[in-house]
């Protein structure tokens, strides 16, 4: 349920905590989807094709594919791809005392004129208690991840070795 940046910026710590969405390092994909899409407007709900692996979102009647990778970033590869998704009509901020270090991290889903008004009027707020989502990095091990629209370059290491297997040598 959206709630009006006016009534946000009232609102003390616990009461604020209340009104974030809540993702833990442990929920399933589709738990993101439903959490953040409770916070937009109805006409931009996102749905999943399928629940059990909602690797195809649905937005305003196009259909998005997420490149999910089977692994405990997939948490940050759903969140980045929503928000990528959301960009040209929702800013996606987290939670600055629960990001980084904690297994479960808040985040704050304004309109795009909200995050504008925020900016200009309520700096001070939303300096204090949140920071713009880094699209590319899983803020639970801070590695880097894709996302809709975005591969990252293969870091050092993860790219084989050019060393032929033992068996080809014979």
Known sequence: MRIPLATLV??????????????DWRS????????FSDELDEADAIGMLDEDDPREL?????????????????????????????KDRYTVFVHSDS???ADTHGFLVLTNAEAAQ???HHSDWLERSFEPLPLAI???????IP??????????GDTPADKKPFWKFW
Request: glycine share 10%.
């Open 10 to 23: 009232a609102l003390d710590e616990d009461e604020l905590s209340e009104a974030l969405t809540w993702i």
């Open 28 to 35: 399933f994909e589709s738990e993101v989807v439903t959490g």
């Open 58 to 86: 649905v937005h305003r009647g196009q259909t998005y594919l997420i490149p999910l990778t089977e692994s405990g970033r997939d948490r940050y590869v759903m969140i980045a791809s929503i928000a990528e998704i959301l």
């Open 99 to 101: 990001y980084g270090g």
């Open 118 to 120: 925020a900016r200009q």
């Open 138 to 144: 899983d803020g639970f091990s801070g590695k880097a």
């Open 147 to 156: 996302y809709f629209g975005f591969v990252p370059p293969p870091e050092p």
